[in-house]
């Protein structure tokens, strides 16, 4: 991806412009290039710098919906988990969950559940679910507090890395030949008569702004969507109520080995994960309605309590907040009841509104299902914009890198040549800037599996511009351990000028941004 080649195709006539580059945005981008409309999509800061780097990871059909008696969401996420895996088998993994039981009747009862999920699955299936003993809970997960623990059960649903599956699509998309650019948020709404025709776009590096031509709009900006609405009509009423998720991260010894631990209830009724991750336990999640949306929400302090809390119940050994290596938090953006317009309701889980001007909306959703809701969006905007029908092909589309096999599986081990998996078919080449550079050849940071090749890479193919697009979200340093992200940052931010051709003035302005955000990722 050229972000400067992009910059001047701004001029182009496009059939859709869609802002935002989250999971939704970047999903509507590949979709809508796949059948052939000319699209181009903005982001205002990077890709997947909201929501869609702040997830728990996991490919899923939801057990929670499942509990909550919602059979054919959880049919519709399944189905569009096992298209991920077959599409990006370099970045999805499969991974074996267990639900411990520490009373007598638990353990039969959420088999029953689960046998219903394998059922669902259908030839999607990742594995059967089964009763476990207690020694084989235990054996799974030997950090399991043992104290009344009676068994169990195991069960299978996917993980992938977040940002990396966000650039993986925006790679994708421009394979398809859409214009893609980030660091550029859309200022304005042109309008023709009462009618959209295109947006205003700023373009953050060179201060310019540029008129943007397009058939349909559409707003795929999360929990900002509101915003965007009101950018068409002041008086648009709220379709978002944004909710609150934090997220700790620990070192493996809280969880070693390649199982996750699934809470299907806690004492205030939510689920709670431990789940390895590139060598690393993520804890979460909360679920916080917050007041209005930002663009770095903080965890509250009891937010971080109850998870330290959960935690220390259900692990031997209670995590404390020095152990904390990492935090993070993501806004959900639930679609609020009771909204007055024109509904295209597709799925209880996502929705598309369509506003008089012609702007087309898309809220709500997960991340396993953005492909779903690409077609969704797409098959709603080429209507507005009286685009020739195309059938949807990216069901079976291989995203970019994918290997012509599906036994590139993802690895929650996070040594650097597994980091390089995820690459896929250019791992090779990323390895090759290693071995022609001397410089490029070392790790970030000795606690850290990237490389310095990564680095160059990002900002080369990947279109990172800054040093946190390279340390947040190219490479997961600051969520893998936020110190180490830090220690780095001086000699990460060198190799990034470097390529990018930047003064010692800009090194510095990145440096004191960059910490600034990491030490917000650190509670103590
Ligand atoms: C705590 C938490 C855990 C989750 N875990 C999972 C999980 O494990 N599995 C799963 O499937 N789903 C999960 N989800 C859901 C999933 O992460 C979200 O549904 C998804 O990421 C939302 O993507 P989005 O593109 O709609 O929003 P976002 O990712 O927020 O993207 C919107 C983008 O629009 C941009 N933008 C805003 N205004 C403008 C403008 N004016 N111009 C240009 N760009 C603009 C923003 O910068 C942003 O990048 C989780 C969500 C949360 C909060």
């Given at each position: 991806m050229d972000r400067a080649r992009n910059v001047d195709r701004l001029s182009d006539p496009f059939d859709l412009a869609i802002i935002g580059g989250g999971a939704t945005g970047l999903g509507a981008a590949v979709e809508a290039a796949a059948r052939g409309y000319r699209t181009v999509l903005l982001e205002a800061r990077d890709f997947a710098q909201g929501t869609s780097s702040r997830s728990t990871k996991l490919v899923h059909g939801g057990v929670r919906y499942l509990a909550q008696g919602n059979v054919g969401l959880v049919r519709e996420a399944l189905l569009e988990r096992g298209r991920l895996r077959r599409n990006a088998p370099h970045l999805v993994g499969d991974l074996e969950f267990v639900v411990p039981a520490y009373a007598w009747w638990s353990g039969p009862c959420y088999g029953v559940g689960l046998k219903l999920y394998d059922v669902l699955a259908?030839?999607?299936?990742?594995g059967t679910s089964q009763l476990l003993s207690r020694a084989q809970v235990l054996e799974r997960i030997p950090t399991l507090e043992p104290d009344q623990l009676k068994g169990g059960v195991r069960y299978f649903d996917g993980q992938f890395d977040d940002a990396r599956l966000a650039v993986t699509l925006a790679l994708t998309a421009d394979d398809l030949g859409a214009v893609l650019v980030n660091h550029?948020?859309?200022v304005a709404l042109l309008k023709s008569g009462e009618k959209l025709q295109g947006v205003r776009v700023l373009d953050e590096e060179s201060g310019r702004e540029h008129a943007v031509n397009a058939r349909v709009v559409v707003n795929a900006t999360g929990v900002f969507a509101d915003a965007v609405r009101r950018m068409d009509d002041p008086e648009a009423p709220a379709l978002v109520a944004p909710s609150q998720g934090v997220h700790l991260v620990l070192p493996d010894v809280f969880l070693p080995g390649n199982h996750a631990l699934m809470i299907p209830k806690t004492d205030d009724g939510r689920v709670l994960f431990v789940v390895p991750w590139h060598r690393r336990a993520l804890v979460g999640t909360t679920d916080t309605p917050v007041p209005e949306a930002s663009v770095e929400p903080r965890p509250l302090e009891e937010e971080v309590a109850f998870l330290l809390e959960h935690a220390a119940r259900y692990l031997s050994r209670d995590p404390r907040r020095?152990?904390?290596l990492s935090v993070y938090t993501g806004l959900r953006p639930l679609v609020r009841n009771g909204g007055t317009e024109r509904t295209a309701s597709l799925s209880r889980d996502h929705s598309v509104f369509e506003s008089p001007s012609g702007l087309v909306t898309i809220v709500g959703g997960k991340w396993t299902t953005y492909r779903r809701m690409g077609q969704d969006v797409v098959d709603h905007a080429a209507r507005v914009a009286g685009l020739p029908e195309r059938p949807s092909t990216t069901a079976e589309l291989r995203l970019h890198?994918?290997?012509?096999?599906?036994?590139a599986q993802l690895s929650t081990m996070g040594t650097p040549s597994q980091m390089l998996a995820a690459h896929g078919t250019e791992a090779d080449q990323v390895r090759q800037l290693a071995e022609e550079d001397p410089e490029l050849a070392v790790p970030i940071h000795p606690r850290l599996p990237y490389l310095m090749a990564e680095v160059a890479w990002a900002v080369r193919r990947e279109m990172a511009r800054t040093l946190e697009d390279v340390l947040s979200r190219r490479t997961r340093a600051l969520v893998l351990d936020a110190r180490a992200a830090l220690e780095c940052a001086p000699a990460v931010a060198r190799v990034i000028a470097r390529e990018l051709g930047r003064e010692e003035t800009w090194i510095q302005e990145q440096l004191t941004s960059f910490e600034r955000r990491a030490r917000e990722s650190l509670l103590s």
């Open positions: 259908g030839r999607h299936r990742l550029a948020p859309v020095e152990d904390v890198g994918a290997p012509p096999h599906e036994d």
